[in-house]
């Protein structure tokens, strides 16, 4: 199951840093998660300092 960020990112980068597959990329917004490469390793939830980001 793959991963999603909520509106709590604040932006920062960090899930972006951690992904091992570059899943993450920079929205409008906020950080997006691509389902479709996402391994749902949870490395980007553990990075993400705002705990923004969960299992769908």
Do not use: F, H
Not at 35 to 40: G, K, M, V
């Amino acid at each position: 199951m793959a991963y999603k960020i909520s509106d709590a990112c604040i932006s920062c980068g960090a899930c972006a840093d951690t992904c091992p597959v570059g899943a993450i990329s920079q929205g409008d917004t906020q950080y997006n998660i691509d389902a479709e490469l996402c391994l749902s390793c949870g490395a980007c939830a553990d990075g993400c300092p705002v705990e923004a980001i969960s299992e769908e």
